[in-house]
Nanobody, 121 residues
Framework: QVQLVESGGGLVQPGGSLRLSCAASGSIFSINAMGWYRQAPGKQRELVADITFGGTTNYADSAKGRFTISRDNAKNTVYLQMNSLKPEDTAVYYC???????????????WGQGTQVTVSS
């Protein structure tokens, strides 16, 4: 079994900052890419940012210049530093991980349960 547990969401005023964390645990042989997605009410889930094992990053246009994704491979943890938050950033944020549970198994995608981020005055 694999678990991804997010933390760090909450209520913040426009212009504020939050740092999300997501720790993967369980039966894990290796993790390749990890990422953050978000889903606002009535909208589809969308990519915010992702990062490879080697540290190559990719951002949605809405996140560029405001959000920073990073990871600690020793801790199987990915972070999302969010600055200059806007009301339109309000959503449930999910992390995912592309990982192999054993050396003999193919890569599979696992998701966390989500953490609510609300940007409001």
């Amino acid at each position: 079994q694999v678990q991804l547990v997010e933390s760090g969401g909450g209520l913040v005023q426009p212009g504020g900052s939050l740092r999300l964390s997501c720790a993967a645990s369980g039966s894990i042989f290796s993790i390749n890419a990890m990422g953050w997605y978000r889903q606002a009410p009535g909208k589809q889930r969308e990519l915010v940012a992702d990062i490879t094992f080697g540290g190559t990053t990719n951002y949605a246009d809405s996140a560029k210049g405001r959000f920073t994704i990073s990871r600690d491979n020793a801790k199987n943890t990915v972070y999302l530093q969010m600055n200059s938050l806007k009301p339109e950033d309000t959503a449930v944020y999910y992390c995912n991980a592309h990982l192999r549970q054993r050396i003999t198994t193919p890569t599979s995608i696992h998701w966390g349960q989500g953490t609510q981020v609300t940007v409001s005055s």
